[in-house]
């Protein structure tokens, strides 16, 4: 599956005032400016548009009505072939001046479309983002975008370098014994996993590994070249077999505020 891990540095033209977990405001402009800026047909709905096959906008933020879902039982809806990666300051104000940058990953053909996110980030930063401050929301510009730590649009030239070639993510048929006998994850952004339709506090590691298994499946069938060959029971039976220490409290204890 074709991989792009992309890193946004914006610059802030106005004081700014933002919330501590700055991902869901981060994304929700980034829906309204991509709209904005690739939807030729400003007053239809996805859902009735003739261009939605091959919509930018649509084919993120509206996936289930231009992908088909994926042919596997643990997979409920087609996933988004993006993650957006937020800030991960938790702080709120800034000054004008200062930087941000962002992560944006994207899996599949979807990469082709990159000229777009740029051009959506360009158009965020003319809509402001964060709260109001005398009136009017922070303004910032896109100063430049890397991948691999090469720097493939800066807004000194406004020229996109598209990388090539992209990265790859793949399985391999084979066993491989030279994992450490410990392992340390760390939440660094809000992380709601469901169970029966109930959100459980004591994240478990079998819980966990499903959600991992679920996901890669997902988009390994929606934009790569299908599910990965695997014993799934065997490894989640495995998951039951790790002990585990107790979750300290999660970063961005504030989030929710």
């Known amino acids: 599956m074709e991989f792009g891990n992309y890193r946004f540095l914006i610059k802030l033209t106005d004081d700014a005032f933002l919330p501590y977990y700055k991902g869901s405001t981060f ?17 239809n709905e996805c859902s009735s548009c003739i261009l939605c096959s091959t919509c930018t906008y ?18 409920s809806a087609p996933p988004h072939p993006m993650v957006l990666e937020p800030p991960l300051t938790e702080k709120r104000e800034f000054k004008k001046g200062e930087t941000l ?5 994207l899996f599949g053909k979807i990469n082709k479309n990159l000229p777009c996110f740029i051009h959506a980030f360009g158009e965020m930063g003319r809509i402001g983002i964060g709260k109001k401050i005398g009136g009017k929301r922070a303004g910032f510009v896109l100063e430049r975008v890397s991948s691999s730590n090469e720097v493939i649009f800066s807004k000194d030239n406004g020229v996109v370098s598209m990388p090539q070639p992209l990265d790859l993510i793949f ?9 450490s006998d410990c392992l340390k994850i760390q939440m660094v952004t809000p992380l709601r996993i469901l169970k029966g339709n109930a959100g459980k506090a004591d994240l478990s590691f079998p819980l966990l590994l499903r959600s991992m298994i679920r996901r890669t499946t997902s988009l390994l069938n929606a934009y790569g070249q299908g599910e990965p060959r695997g014993d799934y029971a065997l490894l989640v039976k495995k998951a039951e077999e790790v002990n585990h220490a107790e979750l300290r409290s999660p970063p961005f204890k504030n989030a929710l505020r």
């Open 27 to 43: 994304r929700g402009l980034l829906g309204h400016a991509m709209r904005s800026v690739v939807c030729p047909l400003k007053r």
């Open 58 to 75: 649509a084919l993120v933020f509206e996936t289930g009505l231009v992908l088909a879902l994926p042919h596997t039982p643990r997979v």
């Open 101 to 105: 940058e962002c992560g944006l990953l």
């Open 171 to 179: 399985s391999l048929d084979r066993q491989d014994n030279s994992f």
